[in-house]
């Protein structure tokens, strides 16, 4: 049978079903759309090249020609994954946005100012506990499945979106369990109850440095936001490389941390679509911000190397081990990676709960004087480990977590081989399921026809907490009958993956609190009344609030004497 150029675009619609089928179906392919979309780039001149020779046309008809045949191929294979994902995938039967049941950049495009916490508050009010948020990604608004996701004995793994900034390796982002659990015994020494007690004078350097900027205010407005940020930075800069950013000696940014504040706020609009950030890799790890960050993290990372500081840091217990074993430059990655996980996810994390408890401070004045008081019980601010212990502080802190977790929306997990059920509902496996802290935490059942075999399963229709999205941190001390579901409070998640340096946040934060509230009276600038902070925030994987101008107006000497 003589070959019909003509039927070209007929066998390109051919190979598109066939692809699907039997190749794009199966597996991850979100590392190889680089090259995918290379091959698409190639073919324009390949097809050009056959057309031109076989018929006679000119070179605009030939160029026509090889399109129509690109896109008989392109229009046939989406066509068939759009009837697949919505008629015949596994994940059918989930209610949820048409566009996220067909493509994750339905929830890329919603997510484009980096408000994917209230992208997900608006579906949970619209769909239930269950929504399916993506062609393979169902979204459950319930504590039962952060415990499924990462609870103890959870088989849950990693998903493709950890891979999205490779060939950077760290603890935050390893995929495989094995190497991800080694490398947690090294980051576990380095975050232990002594390993932490020694970064005390760290810490309590940088906060006096903050003082003295809120001492030189004179009782006038200051924008919190930059101040907190300042100093969570400065404190990580100097545990991950035996110093620090100057950034509140300079009263702004150091350029390589602003360049990677500036990545986060792209990284987090293009997350939900692993294989779209794998194809703009290449730029991404190419804008100015990033790689002049990259570069300094490297440069303080082999100067960090070559010093042994008399106090060990961080990365004392990141780098013996390889130093130990012989394998320093093979390891390399990982201690460049997980230096960026320091500076940029503990730093970021931080800074979020130190504005946000300072905003429930300023906007409820009763709780710094109830925290006073306890100070009174302590011989000094600087005691850290009987700081933390301060039921009311700590009550505070743990309500502002529980409204404001660094992570408000996560990550998901891979659903294991046999499905899993949670909430009542079956999920099969290699399913990713994803569970927002933010909105499970300040969730009111919603009654609607997609939960009516949940409204059966539960006796009560009740939130999580008892007047979920109000800041009360009685809950924690003196109304306990407040916490509904203990499970749905997870600011640090937990198991396998739960934040490692939770010991360091709660005394870094502990501390400050301790610190300002003892030595100032705090309250809202004129013309502030916290609303921003919400308003404004940005969900770029860690939470961004808006910004907070405060007044700290200095106590009596005889007032602020604990120090």
């Known amino acids: 049978m003589d070959f019909n150029i003509d039927s070209l675009p007929v066998w390109a619609s051919a190979f598109a079903l066939l692809s699907h089928w039997t190749y794009f179906i199966h597996g991850e392919h979100h590392m190889q759309a680089p090259l995918y979309f290379c091959l698409f780039l190639a073919l324009i001149p390949g097809l050009y090249a056959f057309e031109l020779p076989h018929r006679n046309y000119n070179s605009t008809q030939s160029m026509k ?24 995938h596994r994940l059918r039967q989930f209610p949820g946005p048409f566009g996220a049941r067909v493509s994750k950049i339905w929830h890329a495009w919603h997510v484009r100012n980096s408000e994917n916490h209230l992208v997900m508050e608006k579906i949970y009010h619209q769909y239930g506990t269950f929504a399916r948020t993506g062609p393979e990604e169902v979204t459950i608004f319930s504590p039962e499945a952060l415990w499924a996701m990462n609870g103890p004995g959870s088989t849950c793994v990693r998903p493709d979106w950890y891979d999205c900034v490779k ?8 995929r495989d369990v094995a190497i991800h659990d080694q490398r947690r015994r090294i980051w576990d020494q380095a975050f232990s109850v002594k390993a932490v007690k020694n970064y005390e004078g760290r810490i309590k350097k940088y906060g006096e440095q903050l003082n003295q900027r809120f001492a030189a205010a004179e009782g006038e407005a200051v924008n919190v936001y930059d101040f907190f940020s300042f100093f969570t930075s400065d404190v990580m800069g100097d545990l991950a490389f035996g110093k620090s950013f100057n950034n509140l000696i300079g009263e702004k940014f150091n350029p390589s941390v602003q360049g990677a504040r500036d990545f986060m706020g792209v990284f987090g609009a293009l997350s939900p679509v692993p294989w779209f950030i794998r194809l703009g890799s290449g730029i991404l790890m190419r804008l100015n911000g990033w790689k002049n960050f990259m570069e300094f993290t490297r440069t303080s990372l082999n100067a960090r190397i070559m010093k042994d500081p008399p106090v060990p840091d961080v990365s004392s217990y990141l780098i013996a081990p390889s130093m130990e074993k012989g394998t320093l430059e093979a390891d390399r990655d990982f201690l460049e990676g997980d230096a960026l996980v320091l500076l940029i996810v503990g730093s970021d994390s931080m800074a979020t709960t130190l504005i946000t408890t300072f905003s429930f401070l300023a906007r409820h004045p009763v709780y710094q004087q109830q925290i006073r008081s306890e100070l009174e019980t302590i011989s000094s601010v600087s005691d850290f480990a009987a700081v933390q212990e301060l039921p009311i502080l700590k009550s505070v802190i743990m309500e502002t977590l529980r ?16 499905g899993l059920v949670i909430a009542g509902k079956y999920i099969p496996a290699k399913t990713k399921i994803f569970a927002p802290r933010f ?19 539960r006796k009560s229709v009740e939130s999580c907490f008892e007047r979920a999205t109000e800041f009360i941190p009685e809950r924690w001390t003196t109304r306990p009958e407040m916490v509904k579901e203990r499970r749905a409070y997870s600011p640090f998640s937990m198991g396998r993956y739960s934040c490692v340096g939770k010991r360091l946040a709660m005394s870094n934060v502990s501390y400050l609190v301790a610190l300002l509230i ?18 404004d925030a940005k969900d770029n994987f860690t939470m961004n609030p808006g910004r907070l101008d405060l007044v700290f107006k200095p106590r009596a000497a005889e007032d602020a004497s604990v120090v």
């Not at 409204?403 to 046999?418: A, C, D, E, N, Q």
Request: proline fraction near 7%; avoid cysteine; aromatic fraction near 10%.
């Open 65 to 88: 020609a090889a399109l129509e045949v690109i896109a008989a191929y392109i229009v046939t294979l989406f066509t068939s994954m759009t009837v697949y994902r919505l008629f015949f």
């Open 167 to 174: 060939p950077m390796r760290s603890l935050a982002n390893v």
């Open 403 to 418: 409204l404001w977790p660094p992570v408000p929306t996560g990550s998901s997990r891979i659903v294991p081989h046999g």
């Open 439 to 457: 909105t499970i935490a300040r969730r009111k059942y919603q009654s609607s026809n997609h939960d009516a075999q949940l409204l059966m399963l």
């Open 518 to 535: 003892s030595k100032y009276d705090i309250k809202y600038a004129p013309g502030e009344d916290g609303t921003r902070v919400m308003r």
